[in-house]
């Protein structure tokens, strides 16, 4: 019986290919196997020095602080009402003085949006209108979606 890439997994079994006719087939070698074919090959296996050890697989990776952020921004909608009720009527009224001199798709986004999206261009927009940092638009989404009205 021809064996090739024998392996232990982390069962503490051996993987392995066997020639089978002229096709290679995975196979898993265990002591604890029903057959005796298969605690027989698994012996032979396990005393032959050739049998590669087992390495577990890198865990995936911890995602970093930039994924984690855009990630948790990708999330963050509010309505309107909420938004407005959030900025305040200065901050609001600021927003309403551009929308004056704005293109008309540019009033009919203000006027007419049906939920704020954080990570939509427009809002990025109202936040650049308004001076504001990515973390002070952080906070205004989250402050807002606590407004119940």
Do not use: H
């Amino acid at each position: 019986m021809e064996v090739r890439n024998a392996q232990y997994n982390a069962r503490g079994d051996i993987d392995c290919e066997l020639l089978l006719g002229s096709e290679w087939v995975p196979f898993t070698a265990s002591s604890t196997d029903g057959e005796a074919t298969g605690r027989q090959l698994f012996e032979t296996l396990d005393s032959d020095s050739t049998t590669a050890a087992y390495v577990a697989p890198d865990p995936e990776p911890e995602p970093t602080t930039a994924e984690l952020l855009a990630d948790e921004r990708s999330g963050m909608a509010v309505s309107p009402l909420q938004g407005i009720l959030t900025l305040g009527e200065t901050e609001w009224g600021k927003v309403l003085a551009y929308r004056e001199t704005a293109t008309w798709q540019e009033r009919v986004i203000i006027d007419n949006a049906s939920d704020w999206v954080r990570t939509s261009q427009n809002i990025a927009f109202f936040g650049y209108l308004l001076g504001y940092t990515p973390e002070q638009m952080d906070t205004l989404f989250i402050a807002a979606a606590q407004v119940k009205a």
